[in-house]
């Protein structure tokens, strides 16, 4: 099965119909057959860009076509370092936790709207994300 990252962008572009890249992204989300995968902190910031059904749409996708990853606190630290590396960039918490994604789960390839900050952004193999044209 075909895995993808999802970024908040993406999120909240298929949840959004006022966005402009709705109709994009639902258009790829309806022909995607895989498997989206995020972190937690991803879906708080969704959540807060999305209208109170948006949101339960979203959060009852979460088994079904979205798979959500917890970073543990004791991975902070490595998430505070990542953040600190980038600081120039102005990257935040759900960035970086999408880093640590990528690092546990081998997984590159990503949908975001964010393409300044996920161009810069390498793991530490020095491997950079692989931003999928969904628009």
Known sequence: MERLIADTGFLVAVGRRVDPKH???????????????????????ACHFLSPKSQSELLDS??????????PTKDYPEL???????????IDFADASLVWLAERSGLRQILTVDVKHFSVLRLKSGKHFELIDWN
């Open 62 to 71: 979460v088994g079904r076509r979205l798979a959500v990853l917890e970073v």
């Open 80 to 90: 505070s370092a990542t953040i600190g590396i980038y600081a120039d960039q102005d």
């Open 23 to 45: 109709e994009a992204a639902r258009r790829f989300a309806d022909r995607f057959h895989g498997q989206l995968v995020t972190a937690s902190p991803t879906i708080v910031e």
